[in-house]
């Protein structure tokens, strides 16, 4: 079982930057793949990135590319998502996840675990 907790969230401007972190509970943290997802009020769940269980591969959704970077230190069981260059369309609850998946990492039923979200909200 794992249990994670997002933190990090809040409002900013448009063009600012946010850095958001993901604390999981367990020692089995290095073993899974984490990810980030996000849900805007009205809008499914979409893809944000992932990350592998080492940390040498990420994922990125097309829209996030340049602007938002995935980490972990699996030292810490903690997963990051740094986001750059927001946009008001970025305004949505951000989501971790955490899965034994290792190809559909895009997708959110190939997750295990999740947990209960930060808002982020983007000011034009």
């Known amino acids: 079982q794992v249990q994670l907790v997002e933190s990090g969230g809040g409002l900013v401007q448009a063009g600012g930057s946010l850095r958001l972190s993901c604390a999981a509970s367990g020692r089995t943290f290095s073993t899974y793949t984490m990810g980030w997802f996000r849900q805007a009020p009205g809008k499914e769940r979409e893809f944000v990135a992932a990350i592998s269980q080492s940390g040498s591969t990420k994922y990125y959704a097309d829209s996030m590319k340049g602007r938002f970077t995935i980490t972990r230190d699996n030292a810490k069981n903690t997963v990051y998502l740094q986001m750059n260059s927001v946009k008001p369309e970025d305004t949505a609850l951000y989501y971790c996840?955490?899965?034994?998946?290792?190809?559909?990492?895009?997708?959110?039923?190939?997750?295990?675990?999740w947990g209960q979200g930060t808002q982020v909200t983007v000011s034009s």
């Open positions: 996840a955490a899965g034994r998946t290792t190809m559909m990492v895009d997708t959110d039923s190939e997750y295990d675990y």
